[in-house]
């Protein structure tokens, strides 16, 4: 079946790092994929969604972009903000294989000023 | 829109006791899913519906749990009898299912702690 798998954290950087939080997929056809992220008591909110091959999503200086070929949507961020701590989960969704929306086991990011 | 309202958002409860977590979706979102979320496992999905009817119930755990959708404003997870090992946070998303995807709205969770 589907499923995401990401790198292990924590990530740790200091503010103005350059961030990438990796990420690789097993589907059966052509999902969307997403990041979310989580803040500390909160629950996840998207970050930002790519649904075909070569599109880029991006949202608040975050970026991703879709590569079939290697089956990735890593996540990048060119200069990191003690704000940007928090968990970020990389996800797929594949209606037409019967896969609502599955989740990576997250990654914590912590940045220090 | 106020988004997921979920309630209670912190649960203290002695193990056997029997525990409902309450979920309000978003008008209009035909989706509905129950996530539990720990340390160990990370977000995991327990239940998925789509216009108020379970497609895929096969993320939950054991006859314990149950969920319910009697309608499109109102979902419960019910845990009976609940055990020490069923402290974690469970999430309620509300989704806009698409042709090709579906995008989900978190509601800010509920803490269970069983004792």
């Known amino acids: 079946g589907d499923s995401v798998t990401q790198m292990e954290g924590p990530v740790t950087l200091s503010e103005e790092a350059f961030l990438t939080i990796n990420c690789t997929y097993t589907?059966?056809?052509?999902?969307?994929l997403f990041w979310y992220v989580q803040y500390p008591g909160e629950g996840l909110q998207l970050l930002l969604k790519?649904?075909?091959?070569?599109d880029k999503g991006s949202n608040k200086g975050f970026e991703a972009t879709y590569r079939k070929e290697t089956t990735s949507f890593h996540l990048e961020k060119g200069s990191v903000q003690v704000s940007d701590s928090a968990v970020y989960f990389c996800?797929?969704?594949?209606?037409?294989?019967?896969?609502?929306?599955?989740f990576g086991k997250g990654t914590t990011l912590s940045v220090s000023s | 829109d106020a988004g997921v309202i979920q309630s209670p958002r912190h649960e203290v409860t002695e193990m056997g006791q029997e525990v409902t977590l309450r979920c309000k979706p978003i008008?209009?979102?035909?989706?509905l899913f129950w996530y539990r979320q720990t340390m160990m496992r990370g977000l995991e999905l327990l239940i998925y519906?789509?216009?108020?009817?379970?497609?895929?119930d096969s993320g939950m755990p054991e006859d314990r749990f149950s969920a319910k959708m009697p309608n499109a404003s109102f979902s419960t997870l019910k845990i009976q009898p609940s055990e020490p090992r069923d402290s974690a946070v469970y999430f309620c998303?509300?989704?806009?299912?698409?042709?090709?995807?579906?995008?989900?709205?978190f509601g800010q969770g509920t803490r269970l702690t069983v004792v």
């Open positions: 996800a797929l969704s594949e209606e037409q294989a019967g896969t609502a929306l599955i």
């Open positions: 589907a059966t056809g052509y999902p969307s």
């Open positions: 790519a649904t075909k091959a070569d």
């Open positions: 008008s209009g979102h035909n989706s």
């Open positions: 519906f789509n216009n108020n009817v379970p497609i895929d």
């Open positions: 998303a509300a989704g806009v299912r698409g042709l090709h995807d579906t995008e989900a709205f």
